[in-house]
T-cell receptor
Framework: DTAVSQTPKYLVTQMGNDKSIKCEQN?????MYWYKQDSKKFLKIMFS???????INETVPNRFSPKSPDKAHLNLHINSLELGDSAVYFC???????????FGPGTRLTVT | RKEVEQDPGPFNVPEGATVAFNCTYS??????FFWYRQDCRKEPKLLMS???SGNEDGRFTAQLNRASQYISLLIRDSKLSDSATYLC???????????FGAGTRLFVKA
């Protein structure tokens, strides 16, 4: 059973389009995260949610809008895609006691 | 200066070698500390949490020095399968903000 899953795995789209990435965890964790890993492989946090509430918004452009319909899901919607949005996006979850994070397989977004 | 600094390497070691990675962090409010490994084109995977008392998991030993704001990872008896990027990770702000180091690349050769 996949603990943290993301869909789609690959996303190729044109500038200006709107796209969504979905994330689900079946670990019963309270906290979920979105990260961006750029071409230099640097992993940077974008958002943290705890019990469906936004806790951290790391100065991400407001074209990015996360949504957590329940504790097990954290989706990411991106409006008006730009070339610089091309990256791998990872979802993760953790129990709020230990903060040991478990990552999804990533979504490789390419904006042309 | 980055909040979490690591030597990017690469470290090239023969099988069976012992290798040590170091990491420093600049924010004294940091609360939790971890090592993750990331294989090429894969997601990061938790290797171990790091405590001031030190902790060991098989061939891996991690240590935290809060006074010096320094975290270490020691890998003994390196295996080919240890080849990966090792990421030093720090949590703060109630544990909800996670800062990753840029990673240290390890190549273990036969």
């Amino acid at each position: 059973d996949t603990a943290v899953s993301q869909t789609p795995k690959y996303l190729v789209t044109q500038m200006g389009n709107d796209k969504s990435i979905k994330c689900e965890q079946n670990l019963g964790h309270d906290t979920m995260y979105w990260y961006k890993q750029d071409s230099k492989k640097f992993l940077k946090i974008m958002f943290s949610y705890n019990n469906k509430e936004l806790i951290i918004n790391e100065t991400v452009p407001n074209r990015f809008s996360p949504k957590s319909p329940d504790k097990a899901h954290l989706n990411l919607h991106i409006n008006s895609l730009e070339l610089g949005d091309s990256a791998v996006y990872f979802c993760a979850s953790s129990p709020s006691r230990t903060y040991e994070q478990y990552f999804g397989p990533g979504t490789r977004l390419t904006v042309t | 200066r980055k909040e979490v600094e690591q030597d990017p390497g690469p470290f090239n070691v023969p099988e069976g070698a012992t290798v040590a990675f170091n990491c420093t962090y600049s924010n004294s409010a940091s609360q939790s500390f971890f090592w993750y490994r990331q294989d090429c084109r894969k997601e990061p995977k938790l290797l171990m949490s790091v405590y001031s008392s030190g902790n060991e998991d098989g061939r891996f030993t991690a240590q935290l020095n809060r006074a010096s704001q320094y975290i270490s990872l020691l890998i003994r008896d390196s295996k080919l399968s240890d080849s990966a990027t090792y990421l030093c990770v720090v949590n703060r702000d109630g544990g909800f903000k996670t800062i990753f180091g840029a990673g240290t690349r390890l190549f273990v050769k036969a």
